[in-house]
């Protein structure tokens, strides 16, 4: 099993940074594909990212790639979220979850974080 605390959310001006980190516990971190959604007030969960177990491979939204970057440290049992030239839209909560397959569908993803908030003032 799996528990998830993510950190580092806040408010920032459009066009700033954030990052995000999200710190696990438990054993088998390494063998657990990690990533971040979001959730908008009225809107569903969305995929943002996500990145392989070893780390090797990374995969974005549309809506987010080129802008934010998704890493992990299997040692620290950390993965994290660089959020860059923030928007107005980025605005929601953010969550971290793990999954056993590289996938994008909430429903693949077994454990979830309680979220940070992120909020972009334009």
């Known amino acids: 099993q799996v528990q998830l605390v993510e950190s580092g959310g806040g408010l920032v001006q459009a066009g700033g940074s954030l990052r995000l980190s999200c710190a696990a516990s438990g054993r088998t971190f390494s063998s657990y594909v990690m990533g971040w959604f979001r959730q908008a007030p009225g809107k569903e969960r969305e995929f943002v990212a996500r990145?392989?177990?070893?780390?090797?491979?990374?995969y974005y939204a549309v809506s987010v790639k080129g802008r934010f970057s998704i890493s992990r440290d299997n040692a620290k049992k950390t993965v994290n979220l660089q959020m860059n030239s923030l928007k107005s839209e980025d605005t929601a909560v953010y969550y971290c979850a793990a999954g056993r397959y590289e996938m994008t569908s909430t429903s693949e993803f077994d454990y979830w974080g309680q979220g940070t908030q992120v909020t972009v003032s334009s």
């Open positions: 990145v392989s177990n070893n780390g090797a491979r990374a």
